[in-house]
């Protein structure tokens, strides 16, 4: 199955604004995780960017799982993009 890395931008004051929708963010990616889609995601050390690496049949299945996120939902990420990655090693 294809492999596919997304990169995204947090909103300003992403810390507090992030707070009313972080137990559902969190929720919602155990269960992509579970399943087998998500591999890893996590914020950059200074908080501004988010990166992701999904094990997804297509690119339109990381686009759902991302524009279905609470995050993308209440503008905590404020864009991303989403390449196929070839998995040398």
């Given at each position: 199955m294809p492999k596919y890395i997304m990169w995204g931008s947090y909103c300003e004051d992403v810390l507090e604004k992030r707070?009313?929708?972080?137990?559902?963010?969190?929720?919602?990616?155990a269960q992509q995780k579970a399943s087998g889609v998500l591999v890893t995601i996590g914020p950059t050390k200074d908080i501004t960017q988010v990166f992701a690496i999904y094990d997804a049949p297509d690119e339109e299945t990381v686009r759902q799982l991302v524009e279905n996120d609470p995050y993308w939902q209440h503008s905590i990420w404020t864009e991303y993009s989403i390449k196929e990655w070839i998995q040398a090693i």
């Amino acid at each position: 199955m294809p492999k596919y890395i997304m990169w995204g931008s947090y909103c300003e004051d992403v810390l507090e604004k992030r707070v009313p929708h972080r137990q559902a963010h969190l929720d919602g990616l155990a269960q992509q995780k579970a399943s087998g889609v998500l591999v890893t995601i996590g914020p950059t050390k200074d908080i501004t960017q988010v990166f992701a690496i999904y094990d997804a049949p297509d690119e339109e299945t990381v686009r759902q799982l991302v524009e279905n996120d609470p995050y993308w939902q209440h503008s905590i990420w404020t864009e991303y993009s989403i390449k196929e990655w070839i998995q040398a090693i």
